[in-house]
């Protein structure tokens, strides 16, 4: 079928750009944006040999939404045992997250440049059945030479901003021709819906791939025996937090608890456990009785370091309030808000959080979250956890009703995605 316009104007001049991909790869790996070991799946030559069988190819251009396909790699994987997942991506960070999340036996590569020789080399080497794309990749050469192929195709979490829908408003024969190639388009919420079927596109249901997890899990006995460990004691969790995030939610925490009868008990959960030992030295050195639980469970100290894997679940149940760290710092990006809102735990957070920048943007548009713009202010939501719990409560009741409702969608897309697969 002959291309559009402005798409045969668009593989040509791919073509001619295609001899300067090793060159401008290099400048990435020069400023840290490339891995140099991995430039070959940047030019669609495969890191790793194909398995034998149908293979299913997902991919997340960042870290955001990367994190937003192991769920569904999760239950494709247990679903369909017999087949190949290959997840890829577009940058180096969400490759070091993807080696850390995905299951085993599940294969992760660059995504090729969109240059019509590597994207050749990619699909003769993987030969997908069907690839699932992910809120806005729209690769030209690459979706129409899957698509030639036979290659069935999905947009999941599917979204466009207002520049992109403009962008393609001027250019709608090609527009259409994309999104007319995807045998399944889910879109990420009513404005997506609206702007993707008015580009052509068939949309067949509403579902955001940010939700869908199941709730942190937390062992039934050991919640019950620290509940009565408590005795009514309340508690502030810092979830997942990063260095210097502590010192500066320990110094508010300090303010605020200074001189009350009910001792209030601090719980740090580090992002990383073996920081334990250091941070817990570093809160004795401020005066604090700390706790550390890999050398003594014992609750009865002012600041307490949960530096056991897997327990953060029982955390957020036990929480008044959960403070969540990679929030205060630079580089980070933040943390998923979803997992305390699902157990009714009230969330603060700090500015930095643009990998989950649109689970927030919802959250807040609910009144279901306290954004603050630092660590300096966190002593007013310190106080409401101490002594109004009831509008955080309802806040968090607010958040845990949004995200039941938007988890039941997105729990139901593997099916749909598994009704793709031969």
Partial sequence: MSRPFSLALYGLATRLAEPLAPALLARRVARGKEDPARLGERLGRAGLPRPEGVLVWLHGASVGEALSLTSPVEALAAARPDITLLVTSGTKTSAALMAERLPAGVIHQYLPVDGPAAVVRFLDHWRPSLGVFVESELWPNLLLAARDRGVRLALLSAKLSEASFRGWRRAPAAARRLFDGFDLILAQD??????????????????????????????????????????????????????????????????????????????????????????????????????????????????????????????????????????????????????????GAPVVSGPEVENWATAYSDLGAADAVLMINGAADLDDPLRQALDEATPLAAMAGRASAYVAGRDQAARAVPALVLKLIP
């Fill in 190 to 343: 009513d404005r997506a819906d609206e702007r993707i079927t008015a580009l052509g596109g068939k949309v067949s249901g509403i579902a955001d791939l940010k939700f869908g997890a199941a709730p942190l899990p937390a062992d039934e006995a050991l919640l019950s025996a620290r509940k009565a460990e408590l005795a009514g004691r309340p508690l502030i969790l810092a979830a997942s937090t990063h260095p210097s995030e502590e010192a500066l939610i320990w110094t508010r925490w300090r303010s605020v608890v200074e001189g009350r009868a009910d001792r209030p008990l601090l719980v740090i959960v580090p992002r990383h456990p073996e920081r334990g030992p250091a941070i817990a030295a570093a809160a004795k050195l401020e005066g604090f009785s700390v706790g550390l639980q890999s050398a003594d469970p014992s609750l009865g100290v002012d600041v307490f370091i949960a530096d056991a894997l897997g327990e953060l679940g029982l955390w957020f149940r036990l929480a008044r309030l959960a403070v969540m760290g990679g929030s205060f710092i630079r580089g980070v990006g933040g943390h998923n808000p979803l997992e305390p809102a699902r157990l």
